[in-house]
């Protein structure tokens, strides 16, 4: 399965970006996202602004350092975890996010998805950070 490791700095405390990116309740700073779905504590559903819905299920959660889930739809299966560390200037993210897709044909095109939706969340993120 394709994986995809970015590290980025954002020069805010960890307790402010944590707060973002686990607040489910606000997530209008999402520029892909029409609505997010909370089904439960460890249970949640995204849905695109086209419609299309992913389950996420949190399997960790370490306030202010470590959160992370797996990831299911129809075409596609995998898991995403954030470190979170405290930097010189602010905070330090680490993501991880590997992804298989469902259907063979979708295979060639698996990696550079998840490169391109990795960057739209983390630049999603640093205009919400930066406001």
């Not at 739809?73 to 993210?93: D, H, K, P, V, Y």
């Not at 897709?101 to 095109?109: E, S, V």
Request: proline share 4%.
């Amino acid at each position: 399965m394709p994986t995809s490791k970015v590290t980025v700095h954002f020069p805010c405390p960890v307790e402010r970006v944590w707060q973002v990116v686990t607040d489910l309740s606000h997530t209008t700073w999402r520029s892909d996202l029409a609505r997010v779905e909370v089904l439960g504590k460890t249970h949640f559903v995204e849905h695109t602004k086209s419609g299309y819905a992913t389950n996420f299920t949190v399997t960790a959660c370490e306030p202010f350092r470590r959160w992370a889930f797996t990831i299911e739809n129809g075409n596609m299966s995998g898991s995403w975890e954030g470190i979170f560390e405290a930097a010189e200037g602010g905070t330090r993210l680490h993501c991880t996010e590997t992804v298989g897709a469902k259907h063979w044909w979708m295979r060639p095109f698996v990696h550079g998805y998840l490169r391109r939706k990795q960057k739209l969340y983390l630049d999603d993120l640093r205009k919400e950070l930066l406001k």
